[in-house]
């Protein structure tokens, strides 16, 4: 039995289940964690999503997006099986962790390369440009349809997850799935319009104050740039607003890696790194304790701002200087 009948087999002969993802959400987190609570539903199962931060205002259009939770209300039972999805590891959910752990069993649904395995069942498709491409296949593999509001949210998983089909990670099966979806009735020009052309004046404003903060380094092959906590309060903004800001520097000409260093408020910084050509970042945020994919990555580094930029920039020099010579 492989990993998707096993996963079949316990959604099938089980009722309850709880299905998370990890930190600071993004479109394919949310997108797949409503595709799938949708087809859980439709089987008959009862579904909470719990997510520790709230849905970004730009996917708050996606189909029952309203239905994702902050906590678990305590009722008489307690879900059966944990769906983690889109999380390399386990630490990666937050606070929800605790909730995970409390359950039965544990299935883990992600595409990162640099995942642990650290659930009872593991589904683990480094090929897949978004879990969304996953979900897909689960939803065929049971046989249900994907409906237009399923497809919708799937559609808008992979859209984000893939920079538009720009990225790498962007497959001939990426663009067969796609199809399938507008077959379903999605609209590509009113999801983009939603997803990338409804900002707001905080966001706005949060971005013009961490570019004033651009650096690169003498040879022009790395370009950073951060967000501290008094840039939230000056542009009264959150870390919610943050998706997509290192696309504005990954693109600058002659830049081979881009970093984004985030204050966070429990004394740890989050750094995002994004390459281009042969720079596997992955392997540079594994350097840190974290991970993700070949051309997209990140890390949770303990130290003032300062500290952890100094730190991660040292190594990444390092890491460009060997792909020099």
């Known amino acids: 039995m492989n990993e998707i009948e096993h996963i079949i087999q316990v959604l099938k002969n089980n009722d309850f289940f709880l299905v998370t993802s990890h930190l600071n959400p993004d479109g394919d987190s949310v997108g797949s964690q409503l595709a799938l609570v949708s087809l859980l539903k439709e089987m008959g199962k009862r579904a909470v999503i719990i997510d520790e931060d709230p849905v970004p205002n730009n996917l708050c259009f996606l189909p029952q997006s309203d239905r994702i939770n902050s906590k678990l209300l305590r009722t008489e039972d307690f879900p059966q099986v944990s769906l983690v999805l889109d999380c390399s590891d386990l630490e990666r959910v937050g606070k929800v962790a605790q909730l995970v752990k409390e359950t039965d069993l544990i299935i883990n649904i992600d595409h990162h390369i640099s995942n642990d395995k650290f659930g009872d069942i593991n589904l683990i498709g480094e090929e897949a440009s978004a879990v969304a491409e996953q979900i897909f296949d689960l939803i065929e593999s049971l046989g249900y349809p994907v409906g237009k509001e399923r497809a919708v949210s799937l559609y808008t998983a992979i859209l984000t997850d893939t920079g538009s089909f720009q990225y790498a990670n962007t497959t001939p099966k990426t663009h067969q799935i796609a199809a399938c979806l507008l077959k379903e009735g999605v609209s590509p020009s009113l999801l983009a319009e939603k997803v990338y052309r409804v900002d707001s004046f905080s966001r706005q404003k949060l971005l013009g104050l961490a570019l004033g903060t651009l650096e690169r380094t003498c040879d022009g092959s ?104």
């Open 222 to 325: 790395i370009a950073w740039f951060r967000l501290t906590r008094e840039m939230y309060q000056q542009s009264q903004s959150s870390p919610e607003e943050t998706n997509g800001f290192i696309d504005c520097i990954s693109s600058i000409q002659g830049v081979k890696l881009a970093l984004l260093f985030r204050d966070r408020e429990d004394s740890k910084v989050k750094v995002s790194f994004r390459s281009k050509g042969e720079l596997n970042v992955a392997s540079l945020a594994e350097h840190f304790g974290g991970g993700g994919h070949r051309g997209a990555s990140g890390c949770l580094i303990k130290g003032s701002i300062e500290e952890v930029e100094k730190r991660v920039l040292a190594v990444a020099r390092q890491y460009t200087q060997k792909i020099k010579n």
